[in-house]
């Protein structure tokens, strides 16, 4: 018989569960969340032929080595990185005292929050949930996650293995459709991560708001690669290839358009396809090249086609036809703003091309439009380096590569403005759910009681003089 309780109710008791753990023990001890983090890691390890069988199934075929290169490989580096550190990172901060207010000492200590939530998308559902949980456990939290109702086979199995190592009360998974998603957000937890769509971002931000909820928001956005005019081509197209590529396009950091020297463009098409076309072949029957997630994306990106083609765009695609829900590779050229394909987060395998002649044009380009998660540079003068990275804003960048910024585990990753807030990944993610609680000392000895009123007095006078310069 199937449960009837509400999805809120069923909510609501899990998170009392876990407040309730949390205040039985709201200070775990560094050899108990490394404890955490090993069993994560043996669990993933141990099963990670079911993660990629599952993950395919929801994808209708994704590449296992995507799986494993793109999902498994940096949730087991991310948490080796953290038993690694996680002492150095929970040791208290040492702060300087002003000698005015000596003899005292200061230190920030690091204390978890309590209950985490994090919302996961359906584009990497396995290291898009761990990535976020090694943080918020490495910080001493309990932890509920809301998987895409998109990867249902993924959701299942992830709920299954969690439950074999962790009590319900540390890790929870929470499974079900948008009204269920809607709830979660409403939630009172004491941090809340999401990463997906910017436009259910701002939903997911007013619902914590209700709570005062302090939220990180990995949105995505439309991220920009430039090439420049002396990069060799082939360099840079197939790195470009090889972020675009990955996973059919379907990454928040994919290079969404490229911004090609006008004399350039065509070489660098030909370039972009020779680099794919090595990649893959062959579409039909390719092991190595994902699907579409479901035919409700693909319907997304077959209408940004249609409507690109009648605004006047001309479309170079890379293969006679696609094969199911395998969209083949497309590069669009004489795109105009009006277009979808230009407006919103492509989140596919269509590349559009974007002439300029001088590279201030590029970054005029750019920094019209909404700051993006992640921005690419080719070309090794590194005085155009530097003014790429001191004139553009975005989430993070690489220079002369794509993706592999979002891997490293000592960088922070998240976005600014409207691809995102707050940032997570190595310290930053342990610091991103923790809580720095400023802490001040003194003991017997009380020099404050000096400036104390009735005010006047000469020891005052003489403070005064000595500090207000």
Known sequence: MPDATPPDSKLEQCFALQRQA???????????????????????????????????????????????LAELLPSLLGI???????????KP???????????????????????????????YPLFLAIGPLIGALAAG???????????????????????????????????????????????????LLFTGATSIGRHVMRAAAENLTPVTLEL?????????????????AERIAFGKTLNAGQTCIAPDYVLVPQDRADDFVEAYKQAVQGFYPTLADNPDYT???NQRQLARLNHYLSDATGKGATVITLYEQGQAQRMPFSVLLDVNDDMLVMQDEIFGPLLPVVPYNHIDEAFAYINQRPRPLALYYFGYNKAEQKQVLERTHS??????????????????????????MGHYHGREGFLTF????????????????????????????????????
């Open 80 to 90: 080796r990185d953290a038993r690694k550190k996680l002492k150095r990172w929970m």
């Open 220 to 236: 995505g956005g439309k991220s920009p690669a430039i090439v420049s005019h002396d990069v060799p081509l082939k360099d840079a």
């Open 395 to 420: 989430g993070g960048v690489c220079l002369n590569d794509t993706l592999l910024h979002a891997a490293q585990d000592d960088l922070p990753f998240g976005g600014i403005g409207p691809s995102g």
């Open 93 to 123: 901060s040492r702060r300087h005292v002003g000698l005015v207010f000596q003899p005292a000492s200061a230190r920030v200590e690091y204390q978890p929050l309590g209950v985490v939530g994090v919302i996961v998308p359906w584009n």
């Open 291 to 293: 699907a579409i997630i």
């Open 434 to 469: 923790s809580h720095a609680k400023s802490v001040l000392i003194k003991q017997r000895f009380n020099a404050a009681r000096l400036v104390y009123p009735p005010y006047g007095k000469f020891l005052q006078r003489l403070v005064y003089k000595l500090f207000l310069r």
């Open 141 to 191: 939290n309990r932890v509920m996650l809301k998987l895409s109702e998109a990867t249902p086979t993924t959701g299942e199995l992830l709920k299954r293995l969690f439950a074999q190592v962790f009590p319900e009360d540390l890790v929870a998974v929470v499974l079900g459709e948008a009204d269920v998603g809607i709830a979660f957000s409403r939630l009172p937890f004491d941090h």
């Open 22 to 68: 949390f205040a039985a023990n709201p200070m775990p001890t560094a050899a108990q969340r490394s404890q955490w983090l090993k069993s994560l890691g043996e669990l993933l390890n141990e099963h990670r032929q079911a993660l990629i069988e599952a993950i395919s199934h929801d994808f209708s075929h994704r590449s296992a080595d995507e799986t494993l």
